[in-house]
């Protein structure tokens, strides 16, 4: 890992009125890291991804990201041409429900190929090759590249969605439940995937979920979230194996055990 | 024409023109971005071309001649009736020649016979926004032209190939104009985009329900999107036109029978009826001998 951080984040808050959306959040990601944000419904954790990922303005705070050139950039100070830019190259966005993700009118080929024409490759060729390269990467048949998207499985579509955000070699992805809604062998087989991709690319990762046992899988360390506040953070297995704050010690003691 | 007198030279009132001007000018000043006009209600469905008749009818002055074509064709009925309401409202003269108009709408062709300086083509549009059926958010599309974001229109092209084995896109195919904005040719051809590219003519394009105007000025760079393997044609037919023998004009498939039964001639009946005058035959067309009987 670098001695500097890709993500720098300050005092974030975002209120919904007078409700709290997130309040005073404030840590650090380096590269190659996977930091989990954990909690209950309503804690604040997608609002909080959100504000990060640039898709909802916060009311206070600062996010600052370590361009390709090594300079910290305040996200919110950049214009919008250099936001959607860096939101469709550098960084991927994956949502629980893969239709939010994906063009369902066109074929998992052209999905995944979207990034790379978006940046300026106009050969078809090469656009195909990569494509089928990736579906590979996320254990798609081959055969399926010209199918649409709609007829793929729930777990297939959330596959197809993470090709479709590493296609451009990002160095920073945001994921929202990417687990939510499947099956627990789908799941399984998601998590092993997600796991080994993220090592391979050496990507860092703000993974979003509930599940505390995806979280224990995923991520090097993790984030609590309680009423729109952190209320503990460390590494994974730390906060899991030894929570600290009563809320965290709740929440581990909750998970059901088969 | 007394019983229309209290019409305005060419129907709209001066302030509407001014205002359509005003867009037009814009629209030259910035090659093909859309311009939002306040479109008026016309004397005719939306979908029959009160886009272009709008735009006519701000640019055509006493001293201008008027050439209208439908599918290249100037006796059918949208080019007829268009031709008469500028002829009643105007009183402009008329022509089917293009070389002798000065001001040519066209709905979905441009003619073949090479357009001049000083020639105005008029285009009505239906859809103004290329980007229309892969994104569907109007806010959104014009966020992608003023950032420049025209990935998606590749998209397409990548899910023509993919399907097809080539392009097949045949009409409404989009083009970049000056580099910058891409723009969508109205349903014209394909055939028909080279001949867009460094014409000497002016280009505008008018859409009424959508409210927009976009313009192409003379010799101004059009370029066909396309893949580096996959190049930009146009159509190409087997057979020559069976009234003129064009070999290279753009053709219509005639039905003649219902026994499958074809056959195909020039779209451009200016330009076929040009060359049978010279004496040019086509497989099927009549014999002079027998024709003078």
Redesign the interface.
């Known amino acids: 890992m670098s001695d500097l951080p890709l993500l720098k984040v300050s005092a974030l808050s975002k209120f919904y009125g007078s409700r709290i959306g997130c309040q005073n959040v404030t840590f650090e990601l380096w590269p190659g890291e996977v930091l989990a944000i954990v909690g209950e419904s309503g804690s604040g954790k997608t609002t909080l991804l959100n504000c990060l990922a640039t898709r909802l303005a916060p009311s206070a705070g600062c996010v600052e990201y370590r361009m390709r050139d090594g300079q910290f950039r305040d996200l919110y100070r950049l214009s ?2 250099e936001r ?1 830019f860096l939101m469709r190259t550098d960084w991927g966005f994956v949502h629980q429900n893969p239709a939010d993700g994906l ?1 369902m009118t ?2 998992a ?2 999905n995944v ?3 790379l ?3 300026g490759d ?4 090469k ?2 090759a990569t494509a089928t390269d990736w579906l590979g990467r996320v254990e798609i048949a081959e055969d399926r ?2 199918d649409q998207p709609r007829a793929f499985s729930g777990g297939m579509r959330q596959r197809l969605q993470i090709a479709r955000n590493l296609v451009t070699n990002p160095r920073l992805v945001f994921m929202d439940e990417p687990t939510g809604g499947l099956d627990v062998s789908v799941q399984a087989r998601l998590l092993d995937l997600l796991r080994g991709l993220v090592s391979d690319l050496g990507l860092a990762a703000i993974v979003v979920t509930h599940d505390l046992a995806v979280a224990r899988l995923l991520s090097h360390r993790m984030m609590v979230m309680k009423d729109g506040h952190i209320v503990e953070t460390g590494l994974t297995d730390r906060v899991l194996d030894d929570p600290q704050a009563p809320y965290t010690q709740l929440l581990v003691s909750s998970i059901l055990q088969v | 024409m007394t019983e229309l007198a209290t019409y305005n030279f060419a129907y709209l009132d001066e302030q509407t023109k001014r205002m359509i001007r005003r867009a037009i000018l814009k629209a030259i000043a910035i090659p093909g971005y859309q311009v939002p006009f306040a479109s008026r209600e016309m004397p005719m469905p939306y979908g029959w071309g009160t886009g272009g008749v709008q735009v006519t009818a701000a640019v055509i002055g006493p001293d201008d001649t008027l050439k209208v074509i439908d599918q290249g064709a100037d006796d059918t009925t949208n080019a007829v009736s268009i031709r008469a309401f500028f002829q009643k409202t105007a009183n402009v003269a008329v022509t089917t020649r293009t070389a002798a108009a000065t001001i040519i709408q066209t709905r979905h062709r441009i003619p073949e016979a090479a357009l001049q300086t000083g020639q105005t083509l008029v285009y009505q549009v239906p859809i103004p926004e290329p980007l229309r059926f892969l994104e569907p958010r109007e806010t959104e599309t014009r966020k992608m032209h003023a950032l420049e974001e025209y990935g998606l229109m590749h998209v397409k092209l990548y899910e023509d190939i993919a399907r097809h084995g080539h392009i097949a896109t045949t009409y409404a195919y989009p083009v970049k104009v000056e580099g910058r904005y891409v723009m969508d040719p109205s349903p014209t051809p394909k055939f028909d985009n080279p001949k867009m590219h460094n014409s000497p003519a002016l280009q505008l394009f008018g859409a009424g329900r959508e409210k927009r105007i976009y313009a192409i000025p003379p010799y101004t760079e059009v370029v066909s999107l396309d893949f580096e393997d996959h190049p930009f044609e146009i159509q190409t037919f087997s057979q020559p036109c069976a009234l003129c023998g064009a070999k290279g004009s753009y053709l219509d498939e005639v039905i003649l029978d219902d026994k499958g039964g074809s056959m195909f001639v020039c779209s451009d009946t200016d330009f076929c009826e040009d060359r049978q005058a010279k004496g040019h035959r086509g497989h099927l067309s009549a014999n002079p001998a027998e024709a003078a009987e």
């Open positions: 919008e041409a959607r063009r066109v074929s080929g052209a190929g979207e990034r024409m978006a940046v106009r050969h078809y060729g656009i195909r590249i010209d």
